[in-house]
């Protein structure tokens, strides 16, 4: 079974071996990166043995390279069921942002997991030719919102859907990545629940307002 095949059941105990391996080890690479999680520390989490470990995924370098492309596919395959396509030009923008911020902020694993990949300077991401055409599509979703937009004189014919898809990553992964050090030191005692709903907020009016005509 590939890393992308993989289902995460939502209730832990209910998982097969092999799920429970993969499972601890998003959890553990989210935590300590692939150098810091140890494969003894994987088994233990998921009630098994080293061995059982390298029974299913081979080597650690093997089972992170797995992890790296279920996150990305999982985020990819999500955004695709939103069936923009559907929707006019404006809508499907502000769905896009607002569903984009909303699964960074559900799924801070996932997250921590890219930004361990973008300590090590991308070095595996750059080895795999799957993660390169899975995330094609963030960018094709986003040309066809635009393109409908620009034809409708809605958004500003300067504009592609790389600078649109960096604008909108940075307010969504900023949110999760930089959580601790921004709130500590610039939002103490304030409300997260509150401040998640500010920036959700604030991420549609910038991505709408750069993408004005």
Same mark, same amino acid.
């Given at each position: 079974?590939?890393?992308?095949?993989?289902?995460?059941?939502?209730?832990?105990?209910?998982?097969?071996?092999?799920?429970? %391996?993969?499972? =601890?080890?998003?959890? @553990?690479?989210?935590?300590?990166?692939?150098?810091?999680?140890? *494969?003894? !520390?994987?088994? $233990?989490?998921?009630?098994?043995?080293?061995?059982?470990?390298?029974?299913?995924?081979?080597?650690?370098?093997?089972?992170?390279?797995?992890?790296?492309?279920?996150?990305?596919?999982? %985020?990819?395959? =999500?955004?695709?069921? @939103?069936?923009?396509?559907?929707?006019?030009?404006?809508?499907? *923008?502000? !769905?896009?942002? $607002?569903?984009?911020?909303?699964?960074?902020?559900?799924?801070?694993?996932?997250?921590?997991?890219?930004?361990?990949?973008?300590?090590?300077?991308?070095?595996?991401?750059?080895?795999?030719?799957?993660?390169?055409?899975?995330?094609?599509?963030?960018?094709?979703?986003?040309?066809?919102?635009?393109?409908?937009?620009?034809?409708?004189?809605?958004?500003?014919?300067?504009?592609?859907?790389?600078?649109?898809?960096?604008?909108?990553?940075?307010?969504?992964?900023?949110?999760?990545?930089?959580?601790?050090?921004?709130?500590?030191?610039?939002?103490?005692?304030?409300?997260?629940?509150?401040?998640?709903?500010?920036?959700?907020?604030?991420?549609?009016?910038?991505?709408?307002?750069?993408?004005?005509?």
């Amino acid at each position: 079974m590939e890393s992308h095949e993989i289902y995460l059941p939502e209730r832990f105990e209910e998982a097969s071996l092999k799920e429970k %391996i993969f499972f =601890s080890a998003i959890e @553990l690479f989210a935590e300590f990166g692939l150098n810091g999680a140890r *494969m003894e !520390q994987i088994a $233990e989490k998921a009630g098994t043995t080293k061995r059982m470990v390298v029974y299913h995924f081979k080597s650690k370098e093997l089972l992170y390279v797995q992890v790296l492309e279920y996150v990305y596919t999982q %985020i990819r395959s =999500s955004e695709r069921r @939103l069936n923009l396509a559907d929707q006019p030009p404006v809508e499907a *923008m502000v !769905q896009l942002v $607002e569903w984009t911020f909303d699964f960074h902020a559900g799924n801070p694993d996932f997250i921590r997991i890219i930004c361990m990949e973008n300590m090590q300077r991308g070095r595996f991401v750059k080895e795999s030719t799957y993660l390169r055409e899975v995330n094609r599509s963030a960018l094709t979703l986003l040309e066809d919102v635009l393109s409908r937009g620009q034809a409708a004189h809605l958004f500003s014919k300067s504009i592609n859907a790389k600078d649109v898809h960096r604008l909108i990553s940075s307010f969504s992964f900023h949110h999760v990545a930089n959580s601790y050090t921004f709130s500590n030191l610039f939002e103490e005692g304030a409300d997260p629940a509150q401040n998640t709903a500010h920036y959700r907020e604030m991420a549609v009016k910038v991505v709408l307002r750069y993408i004005g005509p």
